[in-house]
């Protein structure tokens, strides 16, 4: 049997990448998700990498967690 993974919507993003262009900057991704429940309540997460990819998946990541976190599998 396979557990059923809470996915949100994804609303609006932004990529805030600082000013200098030194390769070590913090990279922040700020972006707004919807649940996935039927009141479809908004939230925020945000991200850090040096790599904007990387800064972004960890964005999606903490989403997730946050849609499944009173998950348990009956």
Known sequence: ETAQVK??????????IPLG????SLTFAD????RP?????????IGTDSD???AAIRSAIQ??????QNFSSE
């Open 52 to 54: 904007q990819v990387m």
């Open 7 to 16: 996915v949100p919507e994804l609303v609006e993003y932004q990529i805030n």
């Open 21 to 24: 262009g030194k390769t070590d």
């Open 63 to 68: 989403a997730v967690n946050v849609c499944n």
């Open 31 to 34: 972006i707004t998700w919807k």
């Open 37 to 45: 429940e039927e009141d479809g309540e908004e939230f925020q997460t």
